[in-house]
């Protein structure tokens, strides 16, 4: 099992910044996919950004531009840099892992999630 736990949620006025970091309890040099996602009240989970082993990114459309995902191996952190923030990226950010085989650790991964609040 994998534990992922994410923190640097906060309310931030609306053109600010934040910094979500998402700690890893193992290792993350070989995980294939780790990304952010975020759910608002009443609506489905998306996608914000999602970066590869190899360091590809994508990135949502609406976050284009704004946010910036990154990896640190050596410190088994995921980051989400979120600059000019708007009212409409309020949500809760969760990290996500994917490992394939065959690591032994395959599976889904969920972090508890952090909370985001931009007021405007």
């Known amino acids: 099992q994998v534990q992922l736990v994410e923190s640097g949620g906060g309310l931030v006025q609306a053109g600010g910044s934040l910094r979500l970091s998402c700690a890893a309890s193992r290792s993350i040099f070989s995980i294939n996919y780790m990304g952010w996602y975020r759910q608002a009240p009443g609506k489905q989970r998306e996608l914000v950004a999602r970066?590869?082993?190899?360091?590809?990114?994508n990135y949502a459309d609406s976050v284009k531009g704004r946010f910036t995902i990154s990896r640190d191996n050596a410190k088994n952190t995921v980051y989400l840099q979120m600059n000019s923030l708007k009212p409409e990226d309020t949500a809760a950010y969760y990290c996500?892992?994917?490992?394939?085989?065959?690591?032994?650790?395959?599976?889904?991964?969920w972090g508890q999630g952090t909370q985001v609040t931009v007021s405007s």
């Open positions: 970066i590869t082993s190899g360091g590809g990114t």
């Open positions: 996500n892992a994917v490992i394939t085989p065959p690591d032994s650790d395959r599976g889904d991964y």
